[in-house]
């Protein structure tokens, strides 16, 4: 599903965010993403993203390699791949349903397929009875959730989080990692950028462990272990 | 394309696979159409709900549509006394000192009897010189002289088949080759010099219009660059979630055309208003000149020409916002270090 070949992303001569990252992500696959802050955590998401352009090497998304996309091409790349923030990055002049709605509105969902498939986004994460308030009257944590859910309304294969446990406390983390496992089962990739040790360390799955832009862990499937330790 | 069917099909969705008899060309077209109309209301709505704020830039658009609109009004309502003279020119024609009353009225029949003439009134001299010292105020002057040094005249309309240039000129010659004719005389060359004025005068206007056009332009530009810059999460998220440029565009296109919409109509108040308190004195003025002048308005026509050609402006506005601020908001600077 994933697929870096030695990818190297040099913003200017003294800055290396990333050197020469070799890996590859099986469809379902769920794994972290780890490391220091500025260990290129963020930039490795962007390249996904194609916010950002490798300097050299192949980042492949979907067998479909990115750096030769036309920026024309980019926002239906972008419509395959749902995304988490830490800060949500919900919209507060509407409500939870048309927040969730976005990725569907923006493709050209018919509005009857619109609402049927964000109801069944948001009754995944458990929001359902929410659905007309505005994102500000929810909790931190069910805001989290508003933003799972329009990260994986049009069903992307691939799913994305950057720091999605970032503000919540360890009960809420886990749940929301509950969900992201739900998802891997019915087939969708999905990485999560995180420096929550534990949490990570709970869950088992595979993590890529980025340090000063090198991939020290995690860069084949055996490393790291694929269930419980 | 990362597009993967298998992947999506295992999730769970009680809804999916019923109901797809209808063609997906023709739902694509549908929800684009309805895509469409729900942002030219939002659109709409947003003004609605800055109501000061879309006023004052429906009034500055207004006004700067107004000017020129008003003056192409005014001069082609000056186009039209010119024709009008033009249509109802008169051929003058004096007669030799020596001619006699009765040379002259023969003259005058035959004269009446061509097919090109409509009208013809015979001036005697006498009676021009009594007008002549009544309009003249020269009354003293006129005691000295010891003949009455006006000839008889002909004053002839023309038919209104005849009333061309080179139907009057033929007429003219076809008199001036009379006997005891000695000169003849159709008096244009104000109305020639009424006609370079007010050509020039359009060139001018045309070229305020353009000016204030630019500058609705450039109004409108502005005023969209600010709500792009405060609509800039919506931007950022539509983007993320795959938004096309096109997608992004087109609630600011249609704030553009919005705010078009409102500025003609604004014009078309004020030209409705300047024209129904200018009337009157304008009627007063052309009663003085005896002129059947009168302003025209805009007609329904020119009214929806006048609010489409603003819609099309404020729309130009917007993509010139668009395009110079759109690009600005990437979702780069969005994931967190």
Same mark, same amino acid.
């Given at each position: 599903?994933?697929?870096?070949?030695?990818?190297?992303?040099?913003?200017?001569?003294?800055?290396?965010?990333?050197?020469?990252?070799?890996?590859?992500?099986?469809?379902?696959?769920?794994?972290?993403?780890?490391?220091?802050?500025?260990?290129?955590?963020?930039? @490795?998401? =962007?390249?996904? &993203?194609?916010?950002?352009?490798? $300097?050299? %090497? /192949?980042?492949?998304?979907? #067998?479909?390699?990115?750096?030769?996309?036309?920026?024309?091409?980019?926002?239906?790349?972008?419509?395959?791949?749902?995304?988490?923030?830490?800060?949500?990055?919900?919209?507060?002049?509407?409500?939870?349903?048309?927040?969730?709605?976005?990725?569907?509105?923006?493709?050209?969902?018919?509005?009857?397929?619109?609402?049927?498939?964000?109801?069944?986004?948001?009754?995944?994460?458990?929001? @359902?009875? =929410?659905?007309? &308030?505005?994102?500000?009257?929810? $909790?931190? %944590? /069910?805001?989290?959730?508003? #933003?799972?859910?329009?990260?994986?309304?049009?069903?992307?294969?691939?799913?994305?989080?950057?720091?999605?446990?970032?503000?919540?406390?360890?009960?809420?983390?886990?749940?929301?990692?509950?969900?992201?496992?739900?998802?891997?089962?019915?087939?969708?990739?999905?990485?999560?950028?995180?420096?929550?040790?534990?949490?990570?360390?709970?869950?088992?799955?595979?993590?890529?462990?980025?340090?000063?832009?090198?991939?020290?862990?995690?860069?084949?499937?055996?490393?790291? %272990?694929?269930?419980?330790? | 394309?990362?597009?993967?069917?298998?992947?999506?099909?295992?999730?769970?969705?009680?809804?999916?696979?019923?109901?797809?008899?209808?063609?997906?060309?023709?739902?694509?077209?549908?929800?684009?159409?309805?895509?469409?109309?729900?942002?030219?209301?939002?659109?709409?709505?947003?003004?609605?709900?800055?109501?000061?704020?879309?006023?004052?830039?429906?009034?500055?658009?207004?006004?700067?549509?107004?000017?020129?609109?008003?003056?192409?009004?005014?001069?082609?309502?000056?186009?039209?006394?010119?024709?009008?003279?033009?249509?109802?020119?008169?051929?003058?024609?004096?007669?030799?000192?020596?001619?006699?009353?009765?040379?002259?009225?023969?003259?005058?029949?035959?004269?009446?009897?061509?097919?090109?003439?409509?009208?013809?009134?015979?001036?005697?001299?006498?009676?021009?010189?009594?007008?002549?010292?009544?309009?003249?105020?020269?009354?003293?002057?006129?005691?000295?002289?010891?003949?009455?040094?006006?000839?008889?005249?002909?004053?002839?309309?023309?038919?209104?088949?005849?009333?061309?240039?080179?139907?009057?000129?033929?007429?003219?010659?076809?008199?001036?080759?009379?006997?005891?004719?000695?000169?003849?005389?159709?008096?244009?060359?104000?109305?020639?010099?009424?006609?370079?004025?007010?050509?020039?005068?359009?060139?001018?206007?045309?070229?305020?219009?353009?000016?204030?056009?630019?500058?609705?332009?450039?109004?409108?530009?502005?005023?969209?660059?600010?709500?792009?810059?405060?609509?800039?999460?919506?931007?950022?998220?539509?983007?993320?979630?795959?938004?096309?440029?096109?997608?992004?565009?087109?609630?600011?296109?249609?704030?553009?055309?919005?705010?078009?919409?409102?500025?003609?109509?604004?014009?078309?108040?004020?030209?409705?208003?300047?024209?129904?308190?200018?009337?009157?004195?304008?009627?007063?003025?052309?009663?003085?000149?005896?002129?059947?002048?009168?302003?025209?308005?805009?007609?329904?026509?020119?009214?929806?020409?006048?609010?489409?050609?603003?819609?099309?402006?404020?729309?130009?506005?917007?993509?010139?916002?668009?395009?110079?601020?759109?690009?600005?908001?990437?979702?780069?600077?969005?994931?967190?270090?």
């Amino acid at each position: 599903m994933i697929e870096f070949r030695q990818v190297t992303k040099r913003y200017d001569s003294d800055h290396t965010a990333l050197r020469q990252v070799n890996f590859h992500l099986d469809r379902g696959e769920l794994a972290f993403l780890t490391g220091h802050s500025g260990a290129g955590k963020s930039t @490795l998401l =962007k390249l996904l &993203m194609v916010m950002e352009r490798p $300097s050299a %090497g /192949e980042v492949v998304v979907g #067998g479909q390699v990115l750096n030769r996309l036309p920026r024309r091409q980019i926002p239906y790349i972008r419509r395959h791949i749902g995304v988490v923030f830490q800060n949500h990055q919900l919209l507060f002049d509407r409500t939870v349903f048309d927040n969730v709605a976005m990725p569907l509105e923006v493709m050209g969902a018919s509005p009857r397929d619109m609402g049927r498939r964000v109801r069944a986004a948001l009754d995944k994460v458990g929001l @359902l009875s =929410k659905e007309k &308030m505005n994102p500000l009257q929810l $909790s931190g %944590g /069910e805001q989290q959730r508003v #933003g799972i859910a329009r990260a994986v309304v049009n069903k992307p294969p691939l799913l994305l989080a950057d720091e999605p446990t970032g503000n919540l406390d360890p009960k809420l983390s886990a749940d929301i990692m509950n969900l992201f496992a739900q998802f891997s089962q019915v087939g969708v990739t999905v990485l999560i950028a995180s420096h929550d040790l534990a949490l990570i360390n709970e869950m088992g799955r595979r993590t890529l462990t980025l340090d000063h832009g090198n991939l020290i862990a995690g860069g084949s499937p055996l490393q790291g %272990g694929s269930s419980g330790r | 394309m990362a597009a993967d069917p298998s992947s999506r099909s295992r999730k769970p969705d009680p809804a999916r696979g019923a109901k797809v008899s209808r063609s997906p060309w023709r739902e694509q077209a549908e929800s684009y159409f309805m895509h469409h109309r729900k942002v030219a209301r939002d659109s709409a709505g947003r003004l609605w709900r800055t109501p000061v704020a879309s006023l004052m830039t429906w009034a500055v658009m207004g006004v700067a549509l107004a000017l020129p609109v008003a003056l192409l009004l005014l001069l082609t309502s000056l186009q039209g006394v010119s024709a009008g003279w033009e249509s109802s020119a008169r051929v003058t024609a004096y007669m030799d000192l020596d001619a006699s009353l009765e040379t002259t009225r023969k003259l005058a029949s035959e004269i009446e009897s061509d097919g090109r003439v409509a009208e013809l009134e015979l001036v005697d001299r006498d009676r021009a010189l009594a007008e002549f010292r009544a309009s003249s105020g020269l009354d003293d002057a006129l005691d000295y002289l010891e003949e009455n040094p006006l000839p008889h005249t002909l004053l002839i309309t023309p038919e209104e088949n005849a009333r061309s240039a080179d139907g009057v000129a033929a007429l003219v010659t076809f008199i001036e080759g009379m006997d005891s004719v000695e000169r003849v005389q159709v008096d244009l060359g104000w109305l020639q010099r009424l006609n370079a004025m007010t050509e020039l005068l359009a060139r001018a206007v045309w070229a305020l219009a353009i000016l204030l056009a630019v500058a609705v332009v450039l109004v409108i530009g502005n005023t969209v660059r600010l709500s792009i810059e405060s609509r800039r999460d919506e931007i950022l998220v539509a983007k993320l979630v795959g938004g096309t440029d096109g997608f992004v565009r087109r609630p600011f296109l249609y704030t553009g055309a919005w705010f078009g919409l409102g500025g003609g109509v604004v014009a078309w108040i004020l030209l409705q208003l300047s024209l129904w308190w200018l009337s009157g004195p304008v009627e007063r003025l052309a009663g003085l000149y005896r002129s059947d002048f009168s302003l025209s308005g805009l007609s329904i026509d020119g009214a929806l020409a006048l609010i489409i050609a603003a819609m099309l402006l404020g729309w130009l506005g917007a993509w010139v916002a668009v395009k110079r601020h759109l690009s600005d908001i990437e979702p780069g600077e969005i994931a967190g270090g």
